[in-house]
């Protein structure tokens, strides 16, 4: 493993709060080089738990969870085992400065248990200057609230930071090859940990584009 992880992971877009029964809810997973060297096979995880270890993983029955599907243009289920958690991508290439943006969505049903909860998101990569793998992931902290309760404007308890402005790809973006598997599809990727506990197999995937990050700003 890389002593030291290269890519900053965040989660943008979610609201402190979320209301049983209030339907989808947008976000996105962003994963950015900050490092001096090109990243290679990334690959994407994303889960909902009710613990920020990611032990207690909501059924997907109480609590949703969907990756955008770029190439079928559609919302996939996470749904490993009937639990909110899968895989959601890959990219072949992560050059110094460039970062990848991930769509999600969650959707906190009508019958989910209130309290607190977490959406987790997570990548392992392999780097070519280091020959190392490396580990980045996050945890962020929301509640989940009675049906009704209004939300408008909370903040998150802790995780995500400020969003990066979308831009098109530049020219020289690295390309990025692939497509999304089918459920239980088999992968030489071995079990691996989700900020910090998560564990699950995972199969192939989406891919993302990448793009250039806005000169200045932070991950």
């Known amino acids: 493993m890389c002593e030291d992880t290269k890519v900053g992971v965040d989660i943008t877009g979610l609201p402190g709060s979320i209301a049983a029964g209030s339907g989808w809810h947008e976000f996105s997973l962003n994963v950015a080089n900050n490092s001096g060297s090109t990243l290679q096979n990334l690959e994407y995880l994303a889960g909902a738990s009710a613990d920020v270890n990611g032990e207690e993983l909501f059924e997907s029955k109480k609590v949703g969870l969907q990756a955008w599907n770029p190439e079928d243009e559609l919302w996939e289920d996470l749904n490993e085992f009937g639990?909110?958690?899968g895989?959601?991508?890959y990219t072949e290439e992560l050059a110094p400065d460039y970062e990848v943006d991930i769509p999600l969505r969650i959707n906190v049903r009508a019958d989910a248990p209130v309290g607190a909860g977490f959406t987790l998101g997570a990548t392992i990569y392999g780097d070519a200057d280091g020959e190392c793998t490396g580990f980045g992931d996050v945890a962020y902290?929301?509640?989940i609230v009675a049906a009704g309760t209004a939300t408008e404007g909370t903040e998150?308890?802790?995780g995500g930071k400020a969003?990066?402005?979308a831009e098109k790809?530049?020219?020289d973006t690295?390309?990025?090859t692939g497509s999304l598997a089918e459920t239980g599809s088999s992968s030489a990727l071995p079990m691996i940990g989700l900020?910090?506990?998560l564990a699950l197999a995972v199969g192939g995937g989406a891919v993302f584009a990448v793009r250039r990050r806005k000169a200045g700003t932070e991950a």
């Open 169 to 171: 790809p530049a020219a």
């Open 174 to 176: 690295p390309a990025v």
């Open 195 to 197: 900020a910090g506990g």
């Open 163 to 165: 969003p990066v402005a």
């Open 83 to 85: 639990y909110a958690v």
């Open 156 to 158: 998150p308890q802790e």
């Open 141 to 143: 902290k929301f509640r």
């Open 87 to 89: 895989y959601i991508g």
